[in-house]
């Protein structure tokens, strides 16, 4: 079965820097979509970011020009750099790989912590 394991989360103070990693245990089809999304208390999930097989990024408002979504085909891994953080992106970061023609191809990470401090 496919898992998606992720790293990076932490703690870091306002204006900082982290970079969140989300690797499959194995081989992925290359039509996969990777995305991002994240979770603070009390609120929806949200797509923060996406990036398609063929390298077509989109963000959230919130955080473009901050964020940087990217992946590592040979790696099966996507990433997601986050500069410049402010204390709003605290939340619970998913990764999620997904196939649009495939709709029971959905996996997700079990989830890592952002918390910036002011």
């Known amino acids: 079965q496919m898992q998606l394991v992720e790293s990076g989360g932490g703690l870091v103070q306002a204006g900082g820097s982290l970079r969140l990693s989300c690797a499959a245990s194995?081989?992925?089809?290359?039509?996969?979509?990777m995305n991002w999304y994240r979770q603070a208390p009390g609120k929806q999930r949200e797509l923060v970011a996406s990036?398609?097989?063929?390298?077509?990024?989109n963000y959230a408002d919130s955080v473009k020009g901050r964020f940087t979504i990217s992946r590592d085909n040979t790696k099966n891994t996507v990433y997601l750099q986050m500069d410049s953080l402010k204390p709003e992106d605290t939340a619970v970061y998913y990764c999620?790989?997904?196939?649009?023609?495939?709709?029971?191809?959905?996996?997700w990470g079990q989830g890592t912590q952002v918390t910036v401090s002011s």
């Open positions: 999620n790989f997904k196939r649009l023609a495939l709709a029971r191809y959905d996996y």
């Open positions: 990036i398609t097989s063929g390298g077509s990024r």
């Open positions: 194995g081989s992925i089809p290359s039509p996969t979509t």
